[in-house]
C-alpha cells in the first residue's frame, strides 16, 4: 500500500511499569556513534541527540497489519545551514508482532514518519503553522537481523555502505494533525548488494539477516497524517 495521498494515524500501545522506566531511559539524550553519518556531518552543526518512538502499524489504515508494532530511534538536530528547519538521521528500527502482510519497504517508510512527528530540534511546527526544510537522513542500505530470542527484526546500519540519501520536507501543523510534503530528495545510490524492500515480508525471509536498499521508501507526495 502506497501512503503517497494518504489519511493515516497514530497513536501508542500500553507498556507495563518496567516497560514504561525502561523505555524513559531509552528516551534520554545519548552520544551517537559516528559510522554511516559521515555523508551528514557538517561544520558548525549542533550535535545530534537521540530520542525513539513505538507506533502500531495498524493505526496508520494499514489494517492487514494491526499489532505489528514498530520502535525506530532516530537523531536530530537544528539544520546546519542558515536555513530554518531540522535534520533527522533514522538509526536503528525493531519490529515484532503479526507483521506477516507488511513489506519491509512499509515498515520503513512508517518509521520515517512516526520520527518525522515527533522529533524534536526545531522539527516540530507550531499549531497552524509550517516547518520548512525537514531533512531526513538514512544509509543507503539496511542490514536486517532475526533475533530468535526476542522474536524481532532488528534493522540496522551496518551493512558496509557508509554512503546515505536524505528527503526534504515540507511539514504543517493544523489542529491535531501533520501534513508532510516531499519537497526533493538524493538520487539513488548504487545497490550496494541489498534487495528492494517493497518485495520483502518478513516471515519469507529464507536468511536470518541480509541488506535492503532504502532510498526508495521515502514518503512521497503529500500526506496527512492524523496526530491526535
Not at 514498530?70 to 542558515?82: E, H, L, T
Not at 525537514?134 to 546500519?157: G, H, I, K, L, S
Not at 534487495?195 to 519469507?204: G, L, N, R, S, V
Amino acid at each position: 500500500m502506497s501512503l503517497v495521498g494518504t489519511v493515516i494515524g497514530c497513536g501508542g500501545g500500553t507498556l507495563s511499569e518496567e516497560e514504561a522506566k525502561a523505555w524513559e531511559e531509552e528516551r534520554k539524550p545519548q552520544p551517537i556513534p559516528g559510522f554511516g553519518r559521515s555523508c551528514a556531518d557538517g561544520e558548525n552543526c549542533e550535535e545530534w541527540v537521540s530520542d525513539s518512538g513505538r507506533t502500531n502499524l495498524g493505526w496508520y489504515n494499514f489494517s492487514f497489519c494491526n499489532d505489528c508494532f514498530v520502535r525506530v530511534k532516530w537523531s536530530s538536530r537544528p539544520n546546519c545551514s542558515d536555513d530554518e528547519g531540522c535534520e533527522i538521521f533514522i538509526d536503528h528500527i525493531t519490529f515484532w508482532g503479526n507483521c506477516n502482510n507488511c513489506t519491509v519497504g512499509e515498515i520503513i517508510r512508517i518509521s520515517i514518519i512516526q520520527a518525522m512527528i515527533n522529533a524534536e530540534s526545531g522539527c516540530q511546527p507550531d499549531p497552524q503553522t509550517c516547518v520548512e526544510n525537514v531533512r531526513v537522513w538514512m544509509p543507503d542500505c539496511f542490514f536486517m537481523e532475526y533475533d530468535p530470542v526476542e522474536n524481532r527484526w532488528n534493522v540496522t546500519a551496518s551493512c558496509w555502505s557508509e554512503s546515505c540519501c536524505f528527503a526534504v520536507y515540507r511539514m504543517c501543523r493544523g489542529s491535531g494533525n501533520y501534513s508532510l510534503r516531499l519537497q526533493r530528495q538524493s538520487t539513488e545510490t548504487a545497490p550496494c548488494g541489498g534487495e528492494d524492500p517493497f518485495a520483502i515480508y518478513p516471515p519469507d525471509v529464507v536468511s536470518d539477516s541480509r541488506c535492503v536498499m532504502t532510498c526508495s521508501t521515502f514518503p512521497e507526495g503529500e500526506i496527512e497524517v492524523d496526530a491526535q
